[in-house]
């Protein structure tokens, strides 16, 4: 099968049913693991890009939240929100097949804060520094639920294992 074929044709299909122009494919051992389209708009969930959605069923199906072994095709070169949800989940390859150049003639999300052209330098801000407003309020008993954590996890701080 062409997985690059399959994530072109979901997009396309969300685009003619009122949706927007990104899909992701999951592949693992030859197989189509998990695939969505972006259903932001049909769902009015901002958290329903392709890539999120795909990951989700792919982990739910795995029963694990690494995707070690998998190839994920991307339509396009994947938004801050999808690119930490893919490094989180540790996918073999990430394969996109448009560049933010090659459609932003075509194509913008207009967001407050989000312009993708200048969105990744608000990640190396200061929570204090950003565009978004953003207070810290400090509880001892916030911190308190990380050493209850640690306790429940052994008392050893370490990465979670992975499954390769």
């Known amino acids: 099968m062409d997985f690059a074929q399959r994530t072109i044709d979901l997009a396309r299909q969300n685009v003619a049913e009122g949706g927007r122009p990104f899909a992701a494919?999951?592949?693992a051992n030859g197989d189509i693991l998990a695939e969505?389209?972006?259903?932001?708009?049909?769902?009015?969930?901002p958290t329903a890009h392709a890539e999120i959605l795909a990951i989700r069923q792919a982990c739910t199906k795995l029963g694990n939240e690494q995707l070690i072994g998998a190839t994920v095709y991307?339509?396009?070169?994947?938004?801050?929100?999808?690119?930490?949800?893919?490094?989180?989940?540790?996918?073999?390859?990430?394969?996109?097949?448009?560049?933010?150049?090659d459609y932003q003639s075509y194509y913008i999300d207009d967001r407050k804060y989000?312009?993708?052209?200048t969105f990744y330098n608000e990640f190396g801000k200061s929570w204090d520094k950003r565009r978004l407003p953003m207070r810290y309020e400090p509880h001892d008993a916030a911190v308190d639920v990380?050493?209850?954590?640690?306790?429940?996890?052994?008392?050893?701080?370490?990465?979670t294992p992975s499954s390769a």
């Open 25 to 27: 494919v999951i592949v």
């Open 36 to 45: 969505s389209a972006n259903r932001v708009a049909q769902t009015h969930d």
């Open 74 to 101: 991307l339509l396009a070169d994947p938004c801050p929100m999808c690119l930490g949800s893919l490094y989180y989940s540790s996918p073999d390859e990430v394969v996109f097949l448009a560049s933010r150049d």
């Open 114 to 117: 989000f312009e993708v052209d």
């Open 146 to 159: 990380y050493r209850f954590w640690l306790e429940r996890h052994g008392g050893e701080r370490k990465a």
